[in-house]
């Protein structure tokens, strides 16, 4: 069951909603219409007062506004029950049987834990977990995140660029080694900073101080950051608008998060809300599986892996994974991909059978030639 699914059954509840409230005004208005015609006619000394009520009630009997509401509160009722049963179809309150019981090292679990608290900058939560969880390692945990909030706070509190650039002057080989240009687009963002401020002078001193010597490796770039001194105090109607736009900052901040993990040897985004997120994420495959193979009366989570795959969107795909075209399995330690001499690739169990156990020479499924088991070469993703 996709998202589609349920936000179309919503939309239905959502519509009939709209539709009872409609028709129930219209309803009201009807009868305060029907009321006030009968107060103003008992108004009218000479009109009989029995005759009038007698009137409005037939009127109301005529309009019947009990049914038309309870009939369409039927509806809605009936489009709210419709809906319920699809989320408890496709949420399930008890997660616990896609649990799967994996031994895991404690102290490894308790240093990525304490870990995002620190590159989160929640440094309190992050103490008094390694305190308690006794992380020996928590202050080489905290250190480097610690720099990196103060760099980034200085920059979203004030617009400081100063520990930016003192960061990135000190590990300047580091980060030239891996091509990075953070520090060009520090200097850039200080010079259209000068700008805005109306300090010309300082900005074109700053300009041949910071930028100049990047010319010869970023000359269009370059050329475009001087042409901003002719929009001095207009910038944000230039072609070069861009550059002043508020949204340069956040992805500088996202520039520099990215550099700074890079250096650390770990990854920008928090492993453990990756793995939560991609957990969430193939949580409806596991519990539909789990369902599945106890009504076969089988134990899937003794299995070395899934018998289904489980999709998950890119951002959460970090290696290749070969599936054999012959076998359609997914290929594993003890199965794994082997290039043959023709160049296509197969799991070694289909080369195993293809070969009989490796007692003749085979022919490739794909194309004509043949080969032996002794000159396929195991292929390591």
């Given at each position: 069951m996709d998202v589609d699914t349920i936000r179309e059954s919503f939309d239905r509840v959502e519509e009939k909603q709209k539709q009872y409230a409609s028709r129930s005004q219209e309803i009201i208005d009807?009868?305060?219409?029907e009321i006030e015609l009968a107060i103003t006619k008992l108004q009218d000394g000479n009109l009989d007062q029995s005759a009038v009520l007698a009137q409005l009630k037939a009127q109301i009997d005529e309009i019947t506004p009990v049914a038309q509401f309870e009939g369409?509160?039927?509806?809605?009722?009936?489009?709210?029950?419709k809906y319920t049963k699809l989320l408890e179809k496709t949420f399930h309150s008890d997660n616990s049987k896609a649990y799967r019981d994996v031994e895991m090292d404690t102290a490894t679990i308790n240093e990525i834990i304490a870990s995002h608290f620190y590159r989160q900058g929640q440094f309190e939560i992050g103490d008094r977990f390694s305190s308690e969880a006794q992380v020996s390692e928590s202050d080489i945990l905290k250190s480097p995140f610690l720099e990196m909030h103060s760099i980034l706070q200085a920059m979203r509190q004030s617009h400081d660029l100063g520990p930016a650039l003192a960061w990135v002057t000190k590990n300047r080989e580091k980060l030239v080694r891996y091509g990075s240009s953070l520090e060009l687009k520090l200097h850039e963002l200080q010079f259209i900073e000068m700008l805005k401020a109306g300090k010309k002078g300082d900005a074109l001193k700053y300009a041949r101080a910071h930028l100049s010597p990047w010319a010869n490796e970023h000359q269009a770039e370059i050329q475009k950051v001087f042409a901003c001194l002719l929009w001095e105090n207009r910038l944000d109607q230039s072609p070069y608008g861009d550059l002043s736009s508020p949204s340069q900052w956040k992805e500088l901040e996202s520039e520099l998060v990215r550099q700074f993990c890079g250096l650390m040897g770990q990854s920008h985004e928090s492993p453990l809300a990756v793995t939560v997120a991609a957990g969430a994420e193939g949580l409806p495959t596991?519990?539909?599986?789990?369902?599945?193979?106890?009504?076969?009366?089988?134990e899937w989570q003794e299995m070395k892996q899934l018998p289904v795959p489980l999709d998950l969107p890119k951002e959460y795909q970090f290696h290749s994974v070969f599936v054999c075209p012959?076998?359609?399995?997914?290929?594993?330690e003890e199965n794994p991909p082997m290039l043959m001499p023709c160049g296509h690739v197969l799991s070694r169990q289909s080369i195993l059978k293809l070969s009989k156990n490796s007692t003749r020479s085979f022919k490739c499924p794909y194309c004509p030639q043949e080969g032996t088991v002794a000159q396929c070469r195991q292929l390591y993703f």
């Open positions: 009807q009868l305060i219409k369409c509160q039927k509806e809605l009722n009936l489009a709210i029950a596991l519990l539909k599986l789990a369902s599945v193979m106890q009504a076969k009366k089988q012959v076998l359609r399995e997914q290929g594993s």
